[in-house]
């Protein structure tokens, strides 16, 4: 099992260009996330996706978009890419129905920088 | 709505100290509560957890007790090593829905 795995692990881009991040999932979960994280913030809830075909707004959504293609994967886009949005994004996935093993799953993460 | 209150770090000890991380949280209902760990440059990986009252989640020497009179969870271990410095953040899950609620995270730096 791989788990959750995210790419690409870092990219830069230029202010107003776009970008897909990809993330997948290899554990069947239902529920998948995406974060971003910023120094002295903690984890910030961009989007989420409670089953396949669903999707919801976190705390800062603005700026994203996302995408549930299938159980498997949940990618995250950004139109045009601000200097704000420079941040580290985690995808995690977890089991809703499992009420034993409801912790998440965290990818290994990707750094964006804008310019 | 729910949250997470955790000490702010840094938090610098010496190797062999005791180490506590003070968490306590806000909810409805009955929360399940987590510890994750992040080592420099990886994503979070799940340190221990518990899923009710009185429940004591351990893993790698690292404790931590669900306190419903107190709605707290602290982190405790009784000799810290080097190979220990990361961040640790506090985190719950509402049982009655989606939601994970995490706390700011506490940066442990352990000094040989």
């Known amino acids: 099992n791989a788990g959750v795995t995210q790419t690409p692990k870092f990219q830069v881009l230029k202010t107003g260009q776009s970008m897909t991040l990809q993330c997948a999932q290899d554990m069947n979960h239902n529920s998948m996330y995406w974060y971003r994280q910023d120094p002295g913030m903690g984890l910030r809830l961009i989007y989420y996706?409670?089953?396949?075909?669903?999707?919801d707004k976190g705390e800062v959504p603005n700026g994203y978009n996302v995408s549930r293609l299938n159980k498997r994967e949940f990618s995250l886009r950004l139109e045009s890419a601000a200097p704000s949005q420079t941040s580290v994004y985690f995808c995690a996935s977890s089991d809703q129905h499992t009420l034993t093993y409801n912790e998440q799953f965290f990818g290994p993460g990707t750094r964006l920088t804008v310019l | 709505g729910d949250s997470v209150t955790q000490m702010e770090g840094p938090v610098t000890l010496s190797e062999e100290a005791f180490l506590t991380i003070n968490c306590t949280y806000t909810?409805?209902?009955?929360?399940?509560l987590f510890w994750y760990v992040q080592y420099p440059g990886e994503g979070l990986q799940l340190l221990l957890k518990a899923t009710k009252a009185d429940d004591k989640g351990s893993n790698k020497g690292f404790e931590a007790t669900y306190r419903k009179e107190t709605t707290s969870f602290h982190l405790e271990k009784g000799s810290v090593q080097v190979s220990d410095s990361a961040v640790y953040f506090c985190a719950l899950r509402d049982n009655y829905g989606q939601n994970f609620v995490f706390g700011p995270g506490t940066r442990l730096s352990v000094l040989p």
């Open positions: 996706s409670a089953s396949e075909g669903t999707t």
């Open positions: 909810a409805t209902g009955y929360p399940s």
